[in-house]
């Protein structure tokens, strides 16, 4: 960890383009922490509003935060218009990335002859490197890891411990693969023949383009034939799972649990949700949202936002959904409605 | 990879009983392709309509299809009534499946003295047998897999990396667990003792019939008490999560993410779609469709397709869900003609 | 597996405060099994009463269950009025839990000078413990986990194969996790810049309290900033996914599949079944039981049991739920009534 001067990082987001004004007295911080576990010499922020009434107990020396919020007497402020970006990099500048053990090649890596190993890799115990596999420079292969026949990985990776990647598949540069993820397993492919299921060899693979970020324990098919694709930029969350043959596009992000059936196809710049799922065939437009918990099952149009099962434009559907828990009492409306209607007409026909 | 003639293709496919005709010239195809992915001297299929389109664009040298759609000149063509059982067949001439290294046993696993390994496995570096495993004839075992206890493994399984067995289960014949998964791990069990969860523990077992297929990440809980049970021939996608003591028929396929609680039933031939689940200690019939984020919380007669939570007929579902969109608009239409009701009382008042 | 007298069990039962009576012949048991796959020797117990008739058919010796129910001829039967409880005590006395293989260090197992290794600790081959990392007393480390730079656990910790934590986490005592799960992984923490996702370093941690259990893949993201929390005797199922800096409380059960995004805060005694989730920044307090497949989307009071999406009150949603089904015949009758209105102002107005 690094220190610095509350005038020094000001100075760092300045450079870096962001309008940030220091308020109350100098001082050294040596680490960025939340608003209630901050100690004195750490800085904190605040970015959701929610937290406001958090900035009073902070014991932080200084906080992040907007214009327009107060701030506690003796506590110094860096005034900054986007809170989050700002204490984003006074982390990279506090902190910096993760560092990772250096193993070089590990004698008790099982590495193929025929594998061609980039410079200043750092491939630990217990990894296997299959024929004919190509594994970047400065790539960081933790234990467990097996990268099977074929298969590439670019520059600067990093796959955390037990980490699979499945024969022939491709990955780019600067990818970090979080622990026990799978890449290129066979997809769910079976023709059905007489009420049992024939497999149908899975000859395509998976393709992953650079600075990808796929989190732990997620699951990525390969393709029945050609390949599946995740493009470039596109961050995964935990236990996210891609059918086979699904291309995604670039700088996606997809939160934990959300499962992708085979051959979707989603566009750039695509968020989904907790637990939403694409159905199979589907394309998803560019700068899509889905809400968590929905389901795509249809086309849905570049740029929009969507919700419920089948998912549609989530205004429309928090109206559904508000008119729904109304229905008891609609119901109770109609029924008195009805007995009325058959009162006047008692009436009008007398 | 094989190559064949279209003409050597079409009569592998007769002699299997397809109704097979060369249309166009006989040529060499080495490989099969998507219709996009698909080159010169490879050959490619039109299974769903929705693609037709790609077909005049395809750079392959032939194609597997129906007998009433167009092909344009000089692209050949195999035209068949099951083209995706047919390309089925193509892929699996042509490719075959996929070969798997071998290693032997490798030094470096850890073999317990009183297992028992069969004919021609192929244990990697870093698989752990303990003690009284059984491991069929043919079996490939990859690293960072571990077999626990007692458990007893069929011939001709493949177990892909980092696949984990528990003590005493039982694994068939022709068994394929992919990467990551779990099988035989502690359920869910715990009796409530003042306000703390007392552990039970789980001395029953998992039990896995002949070619069963499970995808990557998958965790099969073992039995607190007897068994949990996969049927012969039953295919899982990945993250598939069966709860304690579940008993699962043959023939099923359950795709990624769905879930079954403890003490499920579920028949033979049942599919279900992605992110679907099953509560505990209920029936699922024979030949049952679960649509994708279903909840099926009571019992399914046999032969039924549902949706919705609570799952039930898939038609009724959808007519409800139909009919949920219209509720804005009802709520509009209920208010005027209680407007109007008002109305007609008035008048029939004065 | 021991063998008892139903007598000397009765006893045991008693002991603990169980008002355990014997009916019918003392006799010796050896075994806890279901009512379906007990035979003689056995004991079984029913306390489900959708199995009553299982009882009949039975070919246990014994049977454990309440006072108010038949049992046939030859069967002895202890009577209790917990019955569930009862046989986890029973469960507990015959069979014990599960024993750990003794590997010692193994001499295959990379464990890093700097690591502080308890007594009597149990670490087989394939595993890595990084510098700094403390392992407390009779713990059991199985084959393929790594433990990450810092990490500290406590004493008689069980970690079953594959499992990942990464660098300074914090596990307590008595904790076992399942083959698999990962701990303290970089949760899905990026800033959005010019169109691209720039991330910001998770330099936070995870912390398990005392006597928590983890399924098998699950995934425990750590804090952005701050730490990750789950109580002390909380129970996780399988394929649960914590995001960062979420707090749990104690004594909470999650079911399989389950997923809480970043920030979340749950007390104490809280139930989450299958598949549900909760968004980020919600509050859920304590006692609080989440039906399966639910979304909670904002706070929930403690000791409500809520359902659906958004969860509410469960009564409530399934009124919603009910009334939902009976849209389709109140479209009808709001048509026909509309109808009638027409008619009766033709009426009026003649």
Redesign the interface.
Known sequence: MAEKQLSELCKILSDQGFDARLEGKDCAVH????L??AKSGEITFLA?P?YESAVAQTRASAVILKDDLDVPAGLSAIRCAEP??AV?LA??TL????KH?QWGKSE?A?IHASANIGANANI???V?I??DVTIGDNCTI???C?VA?GTQIGHDCIL???V?I??RCEVGHRVTI???S?VG????G??P?E?????????GRAVLGDDV?I???C?I?R?????TEIGS?T?F???V?V?H?TKIGK?C?F???V?L?GSANVGN?VTIA??A?V?G?VHVGDDVTVA??S?V?SDIKPGMTVLG??A?DAR?TK???A??????A??K??QA??N??KE??G??EK
Chains 1, 2, 3 share one sequence.
């Open positions: 680490a960025v922490n939340t209630e576990g959701n929610k989050y970006a984003t982390i990279i902190h910096g990335y993760r053990p008790s099982e630990a115990a217990g296997t299959a024929a933790y234990p467990g097996y026949e955390f411990p037990n699979v499945y024969d979080h622990a026990g799978v397993e066979d997809g769910l079976y023709a023949y009420g049992k299921w024939i497999k149908i060899p899975q000859v970020e989190g732990a324990n699951t098919d393709a029945t034939l050609g390949q930029g961050k969350g935990n236990i799972v059918g043959g700088d992000m939160v934990g649990l499962g059936a710049h907790g637990q799922g159905a065939h968590g918990q389901g099952t099962l089948p549609e429309d109206r559904v959904m008119a729904t828990k109304k229905l008891p609609l119901i409306r109609l409605l009805e009325e209607v006047l007409r009436k009008l």
